[in-house]
Each structure stands twice: as structure tokens, then as C-alpha cells.
């Protein structure tokens, strides 16, 4: 029981990273439709980076690197060219596709036996991972889960007590507002994208560097979605994301548990499986007041 | 004056199908309230937000306090002690009065303590109390607008520009704005306002400067001009003095849609429309006024049936419609020009034909057997543009390419064209000029001489006199009293309009 | 504020929107070329090499259209929402969907009932069964308010969980060896339509549904009432225009479509259905009707090219010596429309800038 716990709370670690990358950017009116490649050149970069250098710090950078460079070209073409965000999320989405698989071969060939590199070790925490029950199933996680940790109160403080979290806001809800109280709309938008894709990448590497030690071009298996299916029904609040991240993570980690034990007696893998995602279209559904920022995937023109 | 706050030079900004200012030079005075006076679509607007950085001009200069400056954004306006009030409020609905206030003008950590005190001080100062902790959204359009004051006096702006700040305010508000700007301006600020209605400008402004299709047709000091000559800069004409149509008895004709005991409360549980009753007759014009939002969109969307009342009925032609739907009430002869062309009238990216038949697309008009009749619209729609003299090249123009005048000529000839009994119409000049206003007016009156019940909702009081055998005022989701024309001067309505029993004080 | 106007004109957006897709593509083909350079190898010998193999070999050229067929479907399933001002995500459920049904029927019925009576019937339970998953998303949209990108995305990876639990059970093959079905008898193919090559019956199939979602939405009064609801809910609302119904009419279509690909795949081509069939053409579905701005027409071109970018990246995976990875076609397909989607910026300023112009000149009377 606690094995699935420790396993779900290490399994939330991308999922809440992303979905609070995610609030961040659709607060500000922002959808990441790219998301799911944002996660999967993540993933690919942590892989490479770790790979080539032997070192994973060199790998979580270049993971961090390629969700940034991927948010580039989706914030300019959505932000200042003001193309649809749905749209551009689907061609961005089949680009890094396509990025990965392409240079996966031109770095590597075919290789002969499956690329492995080593991953992130556990640490637990002194004293606090002595706590009985708690301490095994927060604190002997790998630091991609204590960065989440962190993240967690960052983000809400930032949010809703700085300067830089009215901005956010305000720029989600009305931006004409904001443009007329000497924000610069675009700016603000821009700026967070690209940060919701550095942090989009490191959620993905969490899948290569953090867990599997290997890459395969169907590794997000539509996990980037989950996180933003989250951020959804986390009501735009990092507070909700952290919630909606458990019951996703608790979810996925039951999936690997029945898998791996036979459950299958009980009930099909196959809808454990599904579970995540059958969960995600009955809240979609059941949800009712929805606190969605006004603004949400309309581009700012200023003058026609 | 002795010195100029702000000046504008030879400012010429064309959008993508307007020119909207041409060649305009203005100056405005330390100290000095300005009016900007012009039609819809004048330019007033443009040239303010091209001095507040909203909109970049294609040619010309701005000079303040002496010096050329360069204004990209509207954070360098601020920076030179500009501020700028938006005609639709620029406010953050969920977020309180104090966020809103300090929206743009805080860094690092969120201080609302001290910034609290700040606008306490300036509230008490010039006498806006508004709570510092209630959301925006929650708030009354008065109010509102005094958060947007208090947020330009937070900035310490020097030179305020107000756009159209009465359209949302009762006369006894818009008194208390003036007194405000009055002595805003005697601690030697400047004031520009955007309006288009002369009364106000006679009342508080220091200098009139009067724009027309882009350019500046007048620039006079208040103490040597007069209405008819503003009028004429304005219009370009002598405004025509329209004679009044003969009085009629509307007890004597058939009534067409009755409203009985209307009731709806909004999303915060606050009635919109209290009880509201009344009979349209065949044959005359029902003229709704108001302060804008004071139910007239609700009851207009009640009778069309876009929005279920909580409690009432709406009868027409002797038969109980409440629960039918919109589609039903179309079918029954009840046309519908509703308040928003751009968002409930049409839809902008089609082509006219295909704005033409948008509520005929069930009946067996311009469909044969659930094919559209191309060739029948496409004549039908030429027919209309010429009738209604549309300035358009033809059928296959696409809506969003006509000026707002032409595309309410539109909505109107296929409103008219679709109640053939009765036709509500929301305000049906708003934004309009001149030409296109009394093209509508003698529309409308001719539909009411062909016998069908009409309903007009103004919050023009000269559309109101013009058009309406009887008048309704409504405050708060009431009915203050329905009368005849006759019956009503332009002081007492306004009493009603504010809520005053009665229209005496 | 319109005190001036031009006069729209219509012909020459037309011609401007092709003019610029055809360069868009032309743009990202020509920088698509340059990634094989990263393989050391010279992009015009590739690419010579490879059109030469295509063009010179009927089978091939075939397959272009086999690619595009299924193509076809799953994007005319993205834009006919889309006209709807809705996001089908999920025509590759759809099609899963659809391809359960196409492969049970002929399974059960193959070889049992003439050949034309069962493509009949599986078109029909094909439609059917994607048209029932996409009114399931349209009501959960009309009728909860639910988020319809979202509960469509979701439904592929729900299908697909069901497919493969069938798969692994009551169709699993007699054999048991593989999770995958027996194939279909021989009776139950779609017919070939062009000798020496896998064209069949389903490619014409294809082409007539485009035609007839054309004549649907620009020549039919719900194809007008759906396009009114996308462009203005509310004023369609005003004008007695049931949206909610539209939402869920437009998904069921738009499910169906996606569907029918069921038909073609597994009639068609594959003769038996498979984990992991065709993974991709639901998100390709969706570039495909970017490139056609949505126009059913045009869908038929765009899907012609993707097949051909698709035969060319495997063309070039099987030229000996070149070692070119078949994963190159996503490469260009993503470079391709990310092309593309730049130029519809590109062509609205330059639009917005030749008004602009002609105004100041003043060729446009006040």
C-alpha cells in the first residue's frame, strides 16, 4: 500500500509540474496546446543530454532547453502572429514528433541494443524521511519531486502576492485593461509561455531521466494533455493542480501496480489503463462552475 | 491660456479601412477642460488613444509641457502624467477595487495596505466613496467609473481623458462628474472629454473643439459659440427641426403584444425586471427610455424570447408565448433588431445574402427541400440594397466590410421583412450618423403607419420624442410611468429616468 | 468608424489564399531538404532518387492515394467542426471505432452475404459507430458545457483502451499468437479500382464524401445553420437557430467521417485490425485541414499531398545505401504546416497593408 503511494506521488511529479506550468500560461490567457511536445522534447532532451554528457544535470538542462525552444516558436507564432492556439498546438505537436524521432536517428543510428542511461537516484531527506508512513512516501523521492514541492507555494505566492501575479492575472481577464494600466500585454504572455515551457521540458524529462532510462517517441502517451486536462479542472489555481496531480498520479500508479501483480483478474488492464483518461471526461463533465479566465485563447490585437 | 499641457501636430492614423484622423493639430491648456465633440466614428477617440499610446499614429508629432515626446505605449502616456478612461471600463471584473487601482503600478511584492491608504485619501478628498475590498464586477457602472477616476488621480495624472464618461450615468450623476471635473481642473489640471452630446459640452466645458469624418471642424471657446452653430460643425448641416406627427388614440386600436407582470432576477439574485407590465397597440410606436441598463435589453430579450423570464407571461395576438421558442416567435411575425449588431445581429464574416436568410433558414422561403435558393437571396438581398439604399457593391459582399450604418440597414430590412406583425427595435441608431439615423427613423415610422406594433428602446431622449406615440421610463427593472408623448418634458423624464416618483423632485 | 470602404473582393482572396499555401509548402519542402543534410547526405540526390522510384513505378504512385484515403476522412472530421466553431481532437477514436466496427461485421458476415451488400452494411455500421462516439462529446458539450477539445482528446485514448481489450479477447485471433484478428475473407475487400496498384473502391469513397460535406455546408440550409452557429452562436441564437442541437449534429457528422475510415483501412488496405492501426492519422487529419483552411475541396488535395509526402518518406527509408529513417516524414509534415500556418499571418498583413495603401493613394472613393 504505501509502495503505491511512494509510486504515486513520484508519478504526480510531471503531472504537477506541467499542469502548474500550465495554470501560469492560461492565466494569462494563454492555452499550451503544445504541451504534449513540449513534455516530449522535454523528455528526448533529458535523454540526449544525459547520454552524450554522462552527466544529468546536463541532461535536465537540455531538457529545460528544449521545452524552451519548443514554447518559442509556439508563444511567437501564437503571441505576435496571432494564429490559432488549438492549430499551432497540433502542428507543434507533430513537429517535435517528428524532431525526436528524426535526430533520435541522425545522433544514435540504429543501434544494436536499446540506448539505456542511468536514473535519478533517490534521496531521502534526513530526518524527515524517518517520519513513519510520511517520510517513505514523500521524502525518498528523486529531486525532480522535491523541485515540484517547491514549486507548489513559488507558484501560489507568486500568483496572487506579487506585482508579476496581478499582471498575470489581469492580462488573462482583460487585457485591454492591463495594456491601458501600462502593461504590455503581448510581453507578459510571451514571457510566461516560454517560462511554462522551461518547466514543461523539465516535466518531461522527468519520464526519461527521472524513471524509465530510455526513450521512445510514444513515451508521453498523451500525459502532457493529462497535465493540461488538469490545470482545467484544477479551476486555474495551483492549489487545484496539486490535487487534480494526486488523483492522476494515484491513478497511474494503480495502473503500474495491477499490471505488474497480475490484477488483471480483477479487472481488464485495459481500463486501468483508461482510467486517467475516463476520469478526465467525467469531471470535464461534472464540473460546472468553471473559473476560466476570461480571455482564454483569444489573441490581443490593439488596433484594427 | 497660458501655456499648453499637450499638443498635437498634423496626427494622421488610417486603420485598415478608415482613415480615422486626417491632418488633426490640437492644444489643450493647463488648467483647461476641453470638450471633443463629434458624431460616432469622428476620430475623437483615435486621436485620444494615439496620445495615450493605445494606437500608433502614421503621421505627426506630440509635444507636452514644451518638448517633443514619443508615446509607443500607454506606459509612456502615464509616465508624462497621462491618464485615459476608457469608454468601456478598462477593469479586472474579478478582481477588487484596490487590484484594480494598483493594476500596472506596483513591482515586487503586492503592498495593498499602503496603497489603501493612498486611495482612501484621495477618495475622501474629492468625496468617491468606493469599498476598497469589494470585486469590480459586484460593483454599479457609477461606481465604477469613480474607480477608474481614482485610478488616473493614483497615477497623479495631470491631463485626464475622459471617452463618453455619461453615456453609463444618470443626469444626477453626470452633474456630480461635472462639479468633479471642475474642480479636478482648478488645481490646474487639464481635462479633455469625448462626447457627442452638446448639452454637457455647454455645461462644463472651457474650449469646444468639434471633429467631423476625421478632421477638425471647429475649435471655439465655449463663451462665443452656441448649439446651432456646434450642431452645424458637427453635422456638417443645419439640423432639421422634425415636425410632430399627429397624435393618436391607442385605445382605439387592436392590441398586438402584452407584458404581464415580467419578472427576472440576474446571475447575483438582483432584479432586472420587477414586475414589469404593459401593451404594445397595432399601429403606434411604444418608446422605451432609460439610463441604459436598466432592464430595456431584458424585456426586449424576453419578447423575442431569448431569455425565460422567472415569473410573468408575455401574450401576443391574443395567444400566451411565454415558453415558445425564438424560432416559434419568428414564425409568428416578430422581428428583432437587438442592441448588439456585431454580436446578436449578424454574423460579420458572411456574405449579406447569407445575413439575409439567417432567420429564414428553417422556413420554406429561400429553401427548397433543405437546399438554399441561391438565386432567390442573392435578388432578394440586391432588392434591399437598393431599396434601403445600402452603400455596398452587392449580394456577396462580406458583412464586416460595411460601415455600421450600412450593416443596420441590413439587420433592419430583414427585420422588417420578418415581423410582419410586430418588431422590436434596440436602440436602432446607436453609433450611427446622421444620414443613416433619419433614413431609419422614416423606416420605422412607416412600418407603424402599415399597422404593425413597434417598440423602440432609446436612451436618446430626441430618438424617444421623435419616434414614440407613448413612453415608458424604466429605473431598476421598473416601469416608472407610461404616458403620452404630450405628457413628458425633457426634465421630468430625466427625473424618471433617475428614479424620482413621478418626475417631480 | 467605416467612413470609407473597400469593396470586398472576393476572387482575388481566393487566389492570394492558394498562391500562398502552394509557396507556404514549397518553403517548408525546401527546408524539410536541408535536415538530410544532417545525415550527410545530399537532399537532391535524395529527393531525385526518391521521386524518381515514385514516378516510375505505377504501385507506388498507387500508394499515394492508398495513404490519402483515410486522411481524407479524419480531416474532413476536424474541419467540419471546425466550421461549427468546435474542436474534434478526437476522429482518431473515431476511426478506432469505426474499425471495430468494419472488422466485426466482416468477420461475422464475410463471405455469408454478397460483396456489395456488406461494404453497404459496414459503411453504414462504420458511420454509425463514430458518428455514436462523436454525439456522445457533442451532447456532453451541448448538454453539461464540458469542454469538447478536451472530452474529445480523451475519448481516443478511452476507444482505444477498448479496442484493445477486445483485441485481446473476443477478436483475438484463432491462432492466439498475436493481439490482432484473423483476417477478413476476401469477399468482404473493397474492390480494386486501378490494376497494379492498391487503389479501391474506398479512395473514390473519399473523394464523393468531400464533395458531398460541400455541398452539405455551402449548399444546404444545416450546412448554413451549422456555419452561422460557428461563426456567431449568439446571433444564431437570435435568429431561432437551435446552436446546441448544431454542436451535437456537427459532431455526429464529424464522428462518422472519421468512421468511414474504418471502411476503407480495413476493407481496403489492411484486411484485419491490429494495436496501434494507423496511430497517426487522426493528428495528421488535423494538420491536412489546416493546410485547406478547412475547405472540403481542398482537403482532397492537401490529403493527396500528405500521401505523398508519406510514400516519399518511405521511398527514401528504402533507397539502399542512403539509410534515410522513415521518421523523416513527420519531420517535414510538421515543418510543412508550421510553413503554412506563418503565411496565413503573412497574407492577412499584407492584405491589411495593400488596404491600407490604396487608401492613402486614394484609389478608394469616400
Not at chain 3, 134 to 144: Q, R, S, V
Not at chain 3, 189 to 197: A, K, M, N, S
Request: aromatic fraction near 8%.
Amino acid at each position: 500500500m504505501i509502495s503505491i503511494l511512494t509510486r504515486a506521488v513520484m508519478m504526480s511529479t510531471p503531472l504537477l509540474l506541467g499542469s502548474i506550468a500550465e495554470v501560469f500560461a492560461e492565466r494569462t490567457g494563454m492555452m499550451v496546446t503544445a504541451i504534449e511536445g513540449i513534455f516530449l522534447m522535454g523528455a528526448w532532451g533529458g535523454f540526449i543530454g544525459t547520454f552524450i554528457s554522462g552527466s544529468i544535470v546536463v541532461g535536465l538542462l537540455t531538457a529545460v532547453l528544449m521545452g524552451f525552444l519548443m514554447a518559442l516558436l509556439y508563444a511567437f507564432i501564437t503571441v505576435y502572429l496571432r494564429q490559432q492556439q488549438i492549430v499551432v498546438g497540433t502542428a507543434m505537436n507533430i513537429l517535435a514528433g517528428g524532431i525526436c524521432a528524426y535526430f533520435q536517428r541522425v545522433l544514435f543510428g540504429i543501434p544494436t541494443t536499446p540506448l539505456q542511461i542511468s536514473v535519478l537516484e533517490k534521496i531521502p531527506i534526513p530526518i524527515l524521511s524517518d517520519i513513519p508512513v510520511l517520510g517513505e512516501i514523500f521524502f525518498e523521492q528523486n529531486i525532480l519531486t522535491y523541485i515540484a514541492y517547491l514549486v507548489i507555494p513559488v507558484s501560489y505566492i507568486i500568483l496572487f502576492k506579487t506585482s508579476l501575479g496581478l499582471a498575470i492575472r489581469s492580462v488573462g481577464e482583460n487585457p485591454e485593461a492591463a495594456d491601458v494600466s501600462g502593461i504590455n500585454v503581448n510581453r507578459i504572455r510571451f514571457s510566461t509561455v516560454l517560462v511554462a515551457g522551461a518547466f514543461g521540458g523539465l516535466a518531461g524529462s522527468f519520464y526519461t531521466v527521472g524513471y524509465l532510462g530510455m526513450f521512445t517517441t510514444g513515451i508521453i502517451g498523451g500525459r502532457g494533455w493529462i497535465a493540461f486536462a488538469i490545470c482545467f479542472l484544477g479551476n486555474w489555481n495551483p492549489k487545484g493542480a496539486v490535487f487534480g496531480t494526486l488523483v492522476f498520479g494515484l491513478a497511474e500508479a494503480i495502473s503500474i501496480y495491477l499490471q505488474s501483480t497480475g490484477g488483471i483478474a480483477i479487472m481488464p488492464n485495459e481500463f486501468v489503463i483508461a482510467l486517467p483518461y475516463i476520469l478526465t471526461i467525467a469531471l470535464t463533465i461534472a464540473k460546472r462552475s468553471f473559473n476560466v479566465p476570461a480571455k482564454l485563447g483569444v489573441p490581443y490585437l490593439k488596433e484594427s | 491660456m497660458a501655456e499648453n499641457a499637450v499638443e498635437l501636430h498634423n496626427v494622421t492614423k488610417c486603420f485598415s479601412k478608415v482613415i480615422a484622423n486626417d491632418d488633426v493639430s490640437l492644444e489643450i491648456g493647463k488648467g483647461e477642460v476641453v470638450a471633443l465633440l463629434g458624431e460616432n466614428g469622428a476620430g475623437k477617440s483615435t486621436i485620444m488613444k494615439i496620445l495615450y499610446g493605445l494606437y500608433s499614429m502614421d503621421e505627426g508629432r506630440i509635444v507636452i509641457d514644451g518638448k517633443e515626446v514619443r508615446i509607443k505605449s500607454p506606459k509612456d502616456a502615464i509616465s508624462h502624467g497621462i491618464a485615459m478612461i476608457q469608454q468601456h471600463f478598462s477593469l479586472v471584473f474579478p478582481h477588487t477595487v484596490t487590484e484594480n487601482i494598483v493594476l500596472g503600478n506596483v513591482h515586487g511584492w503586492l503592498d495593498l495596505k499602503e496603497a489603501k491608504e493612498k486611495v482612501g485619501m484621495l477618495a475622501k478628498k474629492y468625496g468617491f466613496p468606493v469599498p476598497l475590498d469589494a470585486r469590480v464586477g459586484d460593483l454599479a457602472v457609477g461606481v465604477q467609473q469613480k474607480v477608474e477616476i481614482l485610478k488616473a488621480l493614483y497615477l497623479d495624472a495631470r491631463i485626464l481623458i475622459m471617452d463618453e464618461p455619461t453615456a453609463v450615468l444618470t443626469p444626477q450623476e453626470a452633474e456630480s462628474l461635472v462639479s468633479f471635473i471642475r474642480s479636478y481642473a482648478a488645481d490646474g489640471n487639464s481635462v479633455v472629454f469625448i462626447t457627442h452630446k452638446m448639452k454637457e459640452v455647454m455645461e462644463s466645458a472651457d474650449r469646444i473643439i468639434v471633429m467631423r469624418n476625421g478632421r477638425i471642424t471647429g475649435n471655439v471657446l465655449k463663451s462665443e459659440t452656441n448649439e446651432r452653430e456646434l450642431a452645424r460643425m458637427m453635422m456638417g448641416e443645419e439640423l432639421e427641426v422634425e415636425s410632430e406627427e399627429e397624435p393618436i388614440d391607442v385605445s382605439k386600436l387592436p392590441v398586438s403584444i402584452e407584458v404581464v407582470d415580467a419578472r427576472k432576477k440576474n446571475r447575483d439574485g438582483i432584479a432586472v425586471l420587477d414586475g414589469v407590465s404593459f401593451s404594445v397597440h397595432k399601429g403606434e410606436i411604444f418608446g422605451i427610455a432609460g439610463v441604459s441598463g436598466n432592464g430595456q435589453d431584458e424585456i426586449c430579450e424576453a419578447i423575442s424570447g431569448n431569455m425565460k423570464l422567472d415569473g410573468g407571461k408575455i401574450i401576443f395576438e391574443g395567444k400566451d408565448i411565454t415558453n415558445e421558442s425564438v424560432r416559434k416567435r419568428i414564425e409568428e411575425g416578430i422581428g428583432y433588431v437587438p442592441v448588439d449588431r456585431y454580436k446578436d445581429g449578424m454574423v460579420m464574416e458572411m456574405t449579406l445574402s447569407e445575413n439575409m436568410m439567417l432567420k429564414s433558414s428553417y422556413s420554406e422561403k429561400w429553401v427548397k427541400n433543405g437546399f438554399i435558393d441561391k438565386k432567390g437571396i442573392d435578388e432578394y438581398t440586391d432588392e434591399v440594397i437598393r431599396d434601403y439604399q445600402v452603400k455596398a457593391t452587392g449580394h456577396s459582399d462580406i458583412a464586416h466590410n460595411l460601415s455600421g450604418g450600412n450593416q443596420q440597414k441590413v439587420v433592419l430590412a430583414r427585420e422588417i421583412d420578418a415581423g410582419r406583425h410586430a418588431i422590436i427595435f434596440n436602440q436602432p441608431t446607436r453609433g450611427l450618423d446622421i444620414g443613416a439615423v433619419d433614413r431609419i427613423h422614416r423606416a420605422i415610422k412607416g412600418e407603424k403607419r402599415k399597422g404593425k406594433a413597434v417598440v423602440v428602446v432609446s436612451t436618446e431622449l430626441t430618438e424617444i420624442f421623435e419616434l414614440s406615440d407613448r413612453i415608458c421610463v424604466m429605473y431598476r427593472g421598473k416601469i416608472m410611468g407610461i404616458y403620452n408623448r404630450g405628457e413628458l418634458t425633457t426634465g421630468r423624464i430625466g427625473l424618471l429616468m433617475a428614479g424620482v416618483e413621478d418626475g417631480k423632485a | 468608424m467605416g467612413k470609407r470602404e473597400i469593396p470586398s473582393s472576393v476572387k482575388r482572396g481566393y487566389l492570394d489564399a492558394l498562391l500562398f499555401n502552394i509557396g507556404a509548402i514549397i518553403i517548408g519542402l525546401l527546408i524539410s531538404a536541408m535536415m538530410i543534410l544532417f545525415l550527410k547526405q545530399s537532399p537532391i540526390t535524395v529527393f531525385s532518387t526518391a521521386l524518381g522510384r515514385i514516378f516510375s513505378d505505377k504501385y507506388t504512385l498507387g500508394e499515394v492515394l492508398v495513404k490519402a484515403t483515410p486522411l481524407v476522412f479524419t480531416s474532413l472530421a476536424f474541419a467540419f467542426t471546425y466550421k461549427a466553431n468546435l474542436f474534434n481532437i478526437g476522429a482518431q477514436g473515431q476511426f478506432y471505432a469505426g474499425c471495430i466496427s468494419a472488422v466485426s461485421i466482416s468477420l461475422a458476415l464475410g463471405g455469408k452475404v454478397p460483396t456489395a451488400l456488406l461494404i453497404v452494411i459496414v459503411l453504414v455500421a462504420s458511420f454509425l459507430s463514430g458518428a455514436l462516439v462523436g454525439a456522445l462529446i457533442g451532447i456532453a458539450k451541448a448538454k453539461f458545457g464540458a469542454n469538447e477539445f478536451l472530452v474529445s482528446m480523451m475519448s481516443t485514448y478511452v476507444v482505444q483502451a477498448v479496442m484493445d481489450f477486445l483485441l485481446r479477447t473476443v477478436l483475438r485471433e484463432t491462432k492466439a499468437e498475436y493481439i490482432q484478428t484473423d483476417p477478413i475473407v476476401r469477399e468482404a475487400f473493397l474492390p480494386g479500382i486501378v490494376p497494379g496498384t492498391r487503389i479501391h473502391l474506398g479512395t473514390l469513397i473519399a473523394i464523393l464524401s468531400a464533395i458531398a460535406i460541400w455541398v452539405l455546408l455551402y449548399k444546404t440550409s444545416l450546412g448554413f445553420r451549422i456555419r452561422a452557429v460557428g461563426r456567431n452562436s449568439d446571433a444564431s441564437e437570435h435568429s431561432g437557430i437551435n446552436s446546441k442541437l448544431i454542436f451535437v449534429v456537427a459532431f455526429l457528422i464529424s464522428g462518422g467521417l472519421a468512421g468511414m475510415a474504418g471502411l476503407t483501412e480495413i476493407n481496403g488496405v489492411q484486411h484485419m485490425l491490429l494495436q496501434n492501426f494507423n496511430s497517426s492519422i487522426g493528428s495528421f487529419g488535423i494538420g491536412i485541414a489546416i493546410l485547406a483552411n478547412g475547405h472540403p475541396i481542398g482537403i482532397i488535395f492537401s490529403s493527396i499531398l500528405f500521401g505523398f509526402l508519406n510514400v516519399i518518406g518511405t521511398t527514401m527509408g528504402r533507397i539502399p545505401g542512403l539509410n534515410i529513417p522513415a521518421s523523416i516524414i513527420d519531420l517535414i509534415q510538421g515543418i510543412v504546416m508550421t510553413s503554412v500556418i506563418i503565411s496565413y499571418f503573412i497574407r492577412e498583413s499584407v492584405g491589411r497593408r495593400r488596404e491600407k495603401r490604396m487608401l492613402k493613394s486614394g484609389e478608394v472613393e469616400a
